[in-house]
């Protein structure tokens, strides 16, 4: 089976050992890139289960891909561009190359010798992500709270990470919605400070929107705001913070 090491995936790995159903290896891919937090509930749930959790890791990790390696470049303004930078909404590299790549290279070795059944953890609500394998979730109704909630009555809380984040994934997706982005800078200021560091030595921006830079200057101003009770919604806070941008062009909040 393909575990995340979610809460949806542990669930899914949970109940089905809970329930006798056949699980002879877990597989996980690993990014580098997820949070301290998850690395840790891996070494829980393999003591828990009293098994190893197989991680596969890629043959180039995701620092290396992202500052150094040179793809062929079908734009020319590009190929001068050193490493593959940020992933976007049409090259989700990370995912290809990190993830699917990785395991089903794994798995096309399994196959020369058995015949495989792959079960992935996709909850109950996420019908529009199930394709093909085998859906335990779906098949028992377990949506992404019935998750949760089953991990933490047994005692599986990835330290915190789900009171703070809605999903925990790679902390450094320029993908995720703003409100994570913020969670990130206001709980996690270690890995918000690498995520400028990374942004700071790159060719692509972050996001279209935003420079981390300027993700934590705004963020910065909605603490100040919110602090005085005033709001960060309205006219008046957008044209206070077009004006810092414009001030120092992009610099560092503190």
């Not at 949970?14 to 070494?43: A, K, S, W």
Request: glycine content about 6%; overall charge positive; aromatic content about 12%.
């Amino acid at each position: 089976m393909s575990l995340s090491g979610g809460k949806d995936s542990t669930a899914m790995l949970l109940r089905m050992l809970e329930e006798g159903m056949p699980v002879d290896e877990i597989l996980f891919c690993n990014t580098g890139m997820e949070f301290p937090q998850m690395y840790r509930h891996l070494e829980k749930l393999e003591r828990y289960i009293a098994r190893p959790i197989i991680r596969l890791n890629p043959p180039v990790g995701f620092e290396a891909l992202f500052y150094e390696y040179q793809p062929v470049r079908k734009n020319p303004t590009l190929v001068n561009c050193k490493g593959m930078s940020w992933p976007g909404p049409r090259a989700r590299w990370c995912t290809g190359r990190l993830k699917e790549r990785v395991v089903n290279r794994y798995l096309r070795e399994m196959r020369k010798e058995f015949n495989l059944i792959q079960y992935i953890g996709i909850a109950a609500d996420e019908p529009y992500r199930v394709k093909q394998h085998h859906y335990p979730l779906v098949d028992w109704g377990m949506t992404e709270k019935d998750c949760l909630s089953y991990c933490l009555q047994r005692g599986f809380d990835w330290d915190g990470l789900y009171r703070i984040f809605e999903r925990v994934s790679c902390w450094c997706c320029p993908l995720q919605p703003l409100e994570e982005l913020r969670k990130l800078y206001r709980h996690c200021p270690e890995l918000w400070e690498k995520l400028q560091y990374m942004d700071d030595h790159t060719w692509r921006q972050f996001r279209r929107d935003y420079s981390v830079r300027q993700l934590g200057l705004r963020f910065h101003l909605e603490e100040e705001r919110l602090a005085q009770g005033l709001s960060i919604r309205n006219k008046e806070f957008f044209s206070l913070f077009k004006e810092r941008l414009n001030h120092r062009k992009g610099g560092d909040p503190s």
